[in-house]
Every structure is written in structure tokens, then in C-alpha cells.
């Protein structure tokens, strides 16, 4: 069975340009969670989709940060605008059930905001 | 509120010694779940163990053993005969049951095994 599938791995962009990071996750996971990864604060949930509802969205940073499921097997995570500070690893992750299940990680996307 | 405690942030120890790896957890709720997950230096976040708040039976995978200890809210992670490919930031996690809280990570503790 494929995993958790990102894209892109990598993405480097300046300054005030919008980034759209994608993610498909296990076919039958009925849960879909973004995170970020930074140095500084760690891992830390931003969204959580629970039957593409958007269940618990407090740890998106700010209204420049927006994600939406369209449907079970898709989502996306948009920064507009993005800013150097943005810069991190953002994970998708998918659970069978719920956020007490256990989670699957992809690969993360690695942004650079220069 | 929750929080996950990794006092370790980072540890060394030589090839074939046994490591443990403290995670001390608050929780208001009786009902929880409690993680670990492994980063290896390739980036990926890897699931190693799922524990609700109910089973505080010990566990053991392999070289992987957990302690569960509700009287002291602590679940740690024993390494067996540390192997250099061990060698990661593993993460303890807590989510509650309610789901007025979110999972919450702990900081990671960097774990390197020396040849």
C-alpha cells in the first residue's frame, strides 16, 4: 500500500509568493493532519481534518495560512504570502479514525523562504 | 492543558549499550493516548507504539520495550543493545480523548549511537 504522498519534497520561493503544499493520504483514512516542523518550536499541529471536515484548525499561524480537503483523498496546505519566517518542514499526516489514532506521516515537504 | 515533557534533548551512548528515553506527560482527562515516533536523519516520521490511558501493561518489540507508569505519568522507551541505525529524534506524543486538546509532541530527544 502506498503511504502518505507529498508534493512537492522541496520548495524554495522568495518573499510574498504564494506556496500550495499537497497531500494524499492512506486510501480508507478517514483523518488528515498538517504539521509543522521547526528547530525552534518543534512539531506542532496545524490542521486536522476529520471525513474532510476541518475539525480543529487554532494552530494555523495566521490568515496567510489556509487548507482545504476537497475530498478523502486530497488536500492542500496554501501560504499567501509567504514570509522567511514560514520557512520549515510541513508534514501531512493520515489516521484511520481520529486524532487519538494512530498517525502516518509522508515524507514532508522542506520550505524555504528566501 | 496538556504537555509532554522530554527533559533528554540529547543522548549519547556507544554501540550495544541499552538506552533509556524519559517522557513525562500531563493530562487532565483519565481517557488518553500516549506515543512514540522515530525521525531518522532521512526526515520521515515513523510510528513506533500506540497506548491508551487504560493498559498500563509493558510492552516489548524487539529491542523496544516501553514503561507505562500512570503513578508517576511517565512513559519511557528502552533500547535493548543500542545499533547505530537506531540513531534519530524520537518524539513522545499525548492526544486526549476529548478533543478539546490537540496531539501535543514533545521536543524530541536526539538520540546518537557511537560504532
Known amino acids: 500500500d502506498a503511504g502518505v504522498i507529498q508534493s512537492p519534497r522541496h520548495e524554495v520561493t522568495e518573499m510574498g509568493q504564494e506556496v500550495t503544499l499537497r497531500c494524499k493520504p492512506i486510501?480508507?483514512?478517514?483523518?488528515l493532519f498538517w504539521y509543522r516542523q521547526t528547530m525552534m518550536r518543534g512539531l506542532e499541529l496545524l490542521i486536522y481534518?476529520?471525513?474532510?471536515?476541518?475539525?480543529?484548525d487554532s494552530g494555523m499561524p495566521e490568515d496567510r495560512f489556509s487548507a482545504k480537503m476537497p475530498n478523502a483523498s486530497f488536500s492542500t496546505l496554501k501560504i499567501q504570502p509567504s514570509e522567511p519566517r514560514d520557512s520549515a518542514v510541513y508534514f501531512c499526516?493520515?489516521?484511520?479514525?481520529?486524532?487519538?489514532?494512530?498517525?502516518?506521516f509522508g515524507p514532508g515537504t522542506r520550505l524555504t523562504v528566501l | 492543558a496538556q504537555k509532554v515533557t522530554q527533559a533528554q534533548t540529547e543522548i549519547s551512548v556507544v554501540e550495544k549499550e541499552d538506552v533509556t528515553l524519559d517522557c513525562v506527560y500531563e493530562?487532565?482527562?483519565?481517557?488518553?493516548?500516549l506515543f512514540w515516533y522515530k525521525q531518522p536523519p532521512s526526515g520521515e516520521l515513523v510510528f513506533l507504539i500506540r497506548?491508551?490511558?487504560?493498559?498500563?501493561q509493558n510492552e516489548i518489540s524487539g529491542r523496544y520495550s516501553w514503561n507505562f507508569q500512570k503513578s508517576t505519568s511517565s512513559f519511557n522507551f528502552t533500547i535493548t543493545a543500542s545499533q547505530v541505525v537506531d540513531s534519530a529524534v524520537y518524539f513522545c506524543?499525548?492526544?486526549?480523548?476529548?478533543?478539546?486538546?490537540?496531539?501535543?509532541f514533545g521536543k524530541g530527544t536526539r538520540l546518537h549511537i557511537l560504532p
Open positions: 481534518f476529520n471525513n474532510n471536515v476541518p475539525i480543529d
Open positions: 486510501s480508507g483514512h478517514n483523518s
Open positions: 506524543a499525548l492526544s486526549e480523548y476529548s478533543r478539546d486538546d490537540k496531539i501535543i
Open positions: 493530562t487532565r482527562d483519565t481517557t488518553y493516548y
Open positions: 497506548r491508551n490511558s487504560f493498559d498500563e
Open positions: 499526516a493520515s489516521s484511520p479514525t481520529e486524532l487519538t489514532d494512530t498517525q502516518y
